[in-house]
């Protein structure tokens, strides 16, 4: 009898936690989407000037060996949410493999600093946490991180970061800046 009154208490406790984590959810997907548009333009704004390699033209991040390269890893800070985080450190620790002695990482959230850190410590140049953590994310803040991010001698940047597509879908985006 003590088993069952305890199952049926942590079913109640798990049954709130789901409650909690669905309403946050659903807070984080309308503020999303909310912002959605602004992003889409600045993404076409972005692709006008810096369009993406056809098929069967070179791609700028597989010539990392030209000059100094600069890898922005974009991570979350806090979360169970592997395999958002572990793609965007697997294509970093990709082109790091490919090209170790020019290539640098910016890192932007505590997962891809815990990741990499233990092997390409040295390639470390920077590394941002707490990003809009639990708050709206300011245009003050984000421009510190672009100065920051400007500021670092590369030939070739590369941002890396996923585009949310649904809550059990995303795409892992590359895009390169010369």
């Known amino acids: 009898r003590l088993r069952l009154v305890?199952?049926?208490?942590?079913?109640?406790?798990?049954?709130?936690?789901?409650?909690?984590?669905?309403?946050?959810?659903?807070k984080a997907q309308a503020v999303l989407f909310k912002t959605r548009p602004y992003s889409e333009s600045s993404q076409r704004f972005i692709q006008e000037f810096f369009p993406s390699p056809q098929e069967g033209e070179p791609n700028p991040a597989e010539e990392a060996s030209a000059?100094?390269?600069?890898?922005?890893?974009?991570?979350?800070?806090?979360g169970l949410c592997g395999g958002v985080n572990s793609s965007i450190i697997k294509a970093s620790a990709a082109v790091l493999r490919n090209h170790p002695e020019n290539t640098q990482l910016f890192l932007v959230g505590e997962k891809s600093k815990a990741a990499l850190q233990r092997e390409?410590?040295?390639?470390?140049?920077?590394?941002?946490?707490?990003?809009?953590?639990?708050?709206?994310?300011?245009?003050?803040?984000?421009a510190q991180v672009a100065e920051l991010i400007a500021r670092q001698p590369a030939d070739n940047v590369t941002v890396l970061y996923n585009h949310f597509n649904s809550v059990l879908s995303f795409t892992t985006t590359r895009k390169v800046f010369p």
């Open 6 to 26: 305890a199952i049926k208490n942590i079913k109640k406790i798990t049954s709130t936690m789901k409650m909690i984590a669905a309403a946050k959810l659903n």
């Open 67 to 78: 000059g100094k390269h600069l890898i922005v890893a974009v991570t979350s800070d806090r």
């Open 120 to 142: 390409y410590a040295n390639a470390i140049v920077y590394a941002v946490s707490e990003v809009g953590a639990n708050k709206k994310t300011s245009f003050t803040e984000v």
